[in-house]
Every structure is written in structure tokens, then in C-alpha cells.
């Protein structure tokens, strides 16, 4: 520590307009040194003020260069945050799918910027964010080159110099504006729950990573109480077509994307996630003339970019959602998804091992050669439903929620299951869930079962009339 002393005065706290909107600045002196910080809230700020105050009541020596009291430096030995999250991207990265190492850079870019000791803005702000993803929490992209690229030399260096130290976090007001950089945009709106959990989940890990490695004494987190935003659990029904409107968007796609019907029927018909449709293969179907068909499903296929795969494609095969990579599932292919995927093996060639559902060019719809073979994009996917949407449902079907995704096709198999009677426990081993899973999130989306109740009950009260 350097030099102390005893002559300390603070300032109210003051409100300091930005273009990131109202900021909160806590000033003080000690010695003749004016001190300043500046927080996002007024409650962190004037918690901070008041540490100060309380410090110098109680007689307690000030830092000449940092300004804070002794009981308020926090440790300063191990690495910056910045050293130690490039240490920690790199020890996920082997084990890690290309989805979830870019997840995991995305989170650590916003904490480390709120673990910047710096009030001044960088020169480039996209730019330096693009560099710490990209360059800094990309294990790959590190290990092909010692230095940063030209255009990344700048805002790296920046961050280098103002990343706070790591043991920072042990102060509350510390984790407290990470916690809440995490629940916000650069705008100052909130994220989406599901952002802002996925982001909080790098935090927590990295700082299990921190408390393994002895670098931090105690688990910063569990001191500071903010309140978390929910993920909703429950299907909004809003989404789920009936079977009039699915057919209906199936003849639209395949009136516009012809190569694309099977797709979407596929999730419609047998309740698969896009991402299996996508990694599906001629040799997974059994397909009778006549009847009830079975698809065995081993896999996924997920975009992700080059940048985050080991083989530098733009995607990667992986296993089905929380199974191990040898798990198989079994599905059953009703009579209609039958004669559509019969109807698409004898009209379009598949692509590379007998994937269906691939990349096309010309007017026969070739898969793409070669290289740049792949499963359709998921981009591909969109804008065939879109259009479809467009075509098929009513001006006021299009405003609203119903099958904007690909995905809510999968809802309203799942739904369409479980309104016909099928055992929940059949359903959730057809759909890849867990029983409580399953009726967790479709318990509001199953209008046959609560029309069937209504009957029972209603027969049950007349039995004594």
C-alpha cells in the first residue's frame, strides 16, 4: 500500500448524465486529492458513500492512491479479471460444444466490462466487444496466433490495462453492478430472463473456477441478494396451431420450398426439435407403403460459426439434448409424415451420409458440392415459415404469437399427444422430455383434457339426479 492519511472529506452524491442514461458519481478527497466513482444506481452509490463515512468516523487510514480505506482495498494479489477469464474460457473450451463456448464468451464479454476500473468510454466500443470475443475468450482463435489481430490491437490493449483485479469481486458493490450489467442492455433496458440467466451461469462458474484455484475466499454471490427474473415454464397456447392451420402451412411451404415440407412435417407430425430434423438421415426411417412408420433419432446438427467448432465449420453434429452421445430415440411416424418423407426420398437427392434436409441450389434442388455441403441453415428454416405464414394464415393469425417459430410446431405435436390420451411418461420418451418436464410446460396447452374434465365432472354431479 502506499502512502495514508487521515484527512478525508466526502460530497453528497450527485447524478451525472450520459448517453447511457443517469449515472450516479460518489466523490471525495483524501489528503487534497479529489477521489471519484461512478456507479449505475443511487443505492450503490450512496452504500459506497456511506462505507466511506463510516471508515473515516471510525479513524481508519486512507489510501493516497487508490482513496479508499484499508478496510475497503481489496486483495490485489492474483491475476485481473481479464487474465483470469481467458484462463477460464480456456479451460471449458476441449469439453465444451461450439453452442456453449460461444454462449460462455458472450457472458464473459459483459462481465468484463463491467470489471473495468475505467470511467472513460473506449475509442470503439462494438469493436472492443468484438475483441474480446472473438479474439480473447476464443481458445482457438488464441492459440493460432501470439499476438491479436492488427485490427484488435487497440481495444485489447485498453481493456488489458483497466481489467480490475479478480479479487475484486469479493466487495459486494463490485459484484453487485457486474449482477446488474448482466440483467441489462446498453440501452439500460432489460434483457430477456433467459439472457440474463445464461450469462449469471458464466459468472457463477468462473467464479467456482476462482474458488477452486484459491483466488477468492468465499463465493461473492452468495452475499449480495438481487432478484432474479423468471423464465416463464408454461407453453403460451397462443402459439400451438390446430391441425387445419398446420396443414395449411404445409401446403404453403411446399407450394414455395417444396424441399422444406418434410421438414416442417416432420416437426408437426413426430415432435422433433428443428436441430434433429436438421441432422436426420435416410438410414434413421423405416418407411411402409401402408401404415405407421419409426425414426431413430441419434443426433442433433447446430449452427454455431467456424469460429467455435474444432473442424472450423459453421456447425456441428451433436448428441440429443441431455443424453449421452450414444443415446438413441426411438419415434413414432404417423401415416401422413410417412407418405410425405416417402414423397421426399423419391423427389430430392439427399446430401453427404444420406442427410435429407440439406443446403440446395438450382431449379432441381441439388445439394450444394462438396465443402460446402451442410444442413439446411436454420436461417433457410425461417424464411420458409415465414413466407408460409404469410401465404396460410389471416391477417389476424399473422399478427399474433401462432407458429412464428419452427419450434412451436414441436408444441402443438406435443399438445395434439397429449389431448388425444396418450400416456404423459409415452409422450416425454417419443419427445426427448422428462415426465416433469413435460407436464410442467404444456399443463396450459392441452384443451382436449380440459374439455374431456369438464365431462366427467359434469357426469359426476348428475350421477344423483
Known amino acids: 500500500m502506499s502512502a495514508v492519511s487521515y484527512d478525508v472529506r466526502t460530497w453528497r452524491t450527485r447524478s451525472v448524465r450520459g448517453a447511457r442514461g443517469t449515472a450516479y458519481q460518489v466523490r471525495w478527497t483524501v489528503g487534497r486529492v479529489t477521489k471519484s466513482r461512478t456507479f449505475g444506481t443511487r443505492k450503490l452509490a450512496e452504500s459506497f458513500n456511506a462505507g466511506l463515512i463510516s471508515a473515516a468516523r471510525k479513524g481508519e487510514p486512507f489510501d ?32 465444451a460444444s461450439a453452442l456453449h463456448r460461444k454462449s460462455t464468451a458472450d457472458g464473459l464479454v459483459t462481465i468484463t466490462l463491467a470489471m473495468t476500473a475505467s470511467e472513460e468510454e473506449p475509442v470503439d466500443p462494438d469493436l472492443l466487444r468484438k475483441a474480446l470475443k472473438t479474439w480473447s475468450f476464443n481458445t482457438a482463435a488464441r492459440a493460432s496466433s501470439t499476438a491479436p489481430p492488427a485490427t ?47 450469462k449469471r451461469a458464466a459468472l457463477s462458474s468462473a467464479i467456482g473456477y476462482a474458488l477452486e484455484r484459491g483466488y477468492l475466499d468465499s463465493n461473492p454471490l452468495h452475499r449480495v441478494k438481487m432478484k432474479r427474473r423468471k ?55 423405416t418407411l411402409p407403403e401402408t401404415g405407421w412408420g419409426e425414426a431413430l433419432l441419434s443426433g442433433s446438427y447446430q449452427d454455431s460459426g467456424k469460429g467455435w467448432t474444432d473442424d472450423g465449420n459453421l456447425g456441428e453434429e451433436r448428441g440429443l439434448k441431455h443424453r449421452v452421445r450414444t443415446a ?9 409424415l410417412v407418405r410425405l418423407l416417402r414423397s421426399h426420398l423419391a423427389e430430392f437427392t439427399t446430401g453427404p451420409g444420406g442427410w435429407l434436409f440439406v443446403s440446395r441450389i438450382g431449379p432441381l434442388s441439388q445439394p450444394l458440392p462438396g ?74 396447452a392441452i384443451d382436449g383434457h380440459a374439455n374431456a374434465a369438464r365431462i366427467r365432472i359434469e357426469q359426476a354431479l348428475n350421477e344423483g339426479t
Not at 482495498?73 to 471449458?92: H, N, V, Y
Not at 438413441?328 to 401415416?335: G, K, M
Request: net charge positive; with cysteine.
Open 64 to 95: 493516497c492512491e487508490s482513496g479508499l480505506p484499508t478496510s475497503m482495498i481489496p486483495k490485489t494479489s492474483g491475476p485481473t479479471w481479464l487474465e483470469f477469464a481467458m484462463d477460464f474460457m480456456d479451460l471449458k473450451w476441449p469439453d
Open 152 to 198: 484488435f490491437a487497440e481495444p485489447i490493449a485498453w481493456i488489458q490495462k483497466r481489467s480490475r483485479p479478480l479479487s475484486d469481486l469479493a466487495d459486494p458493490a463490485v459484484t453487485r453492478d457486474v449482477l446488474a450489467a448482466i440483467g441489462r442492455k446498453l440501452t439500460g433496458e432489460p434483457v430477456a430472463p433467459s439472457t440474463a440467466n445464461r
Open 231 to 285: 423464465v416463464a415454464d408454461e407453453l403460451d397456447p397462443r402459439v400451438v396451431v390446430n391441425h387445419r392451420q398446420a396443414k395449411a402451412l404445409l401446403a404453403a411451404v411446399r407450394a414455395d420450398t417444396p424441399a422444406l415440407e418434410a421438414f416442417f412435417g416432420c416437426i408437426y407430425y413426430a415432435a422433433m426439435r428443428p436441430s434433429e430434423v436438421r441432422n436426420l438421415r435416410a438410414h434413421d426411417l
Open 328 to 336: 438413441i430415440r426411438p419415434v413414432p411416424l404417423a401415416p401422413p
Open 371 to 444: 465443402s460446402l455441403a451442410r444442413p439446411v441453415t436454420t436461417a433457410a428454416v425461417s424464411r420458409a415459415l415465414q413466407t408460409a405464414r404469410k401465404n396460410a394464415l389471416t391477417a389476424a393469425e399473422q399478427q399474433s404469437p401462432l407458429a412464428r417459430r419452427a419450434y412451436d410446431l414441436r408444441h402443438a405435436a406435443v399438445s395434439t399427444w397429449l389431448a388425444a390420451g396418450v400416456p404423459p411418461t409415452q409422450v416425454a420418451t417419443w419427445a426427448g422430455h422428462s415426465v416433469a418436464v413435460l407436464l410442467k410446460v404444456y399443463a396450459h
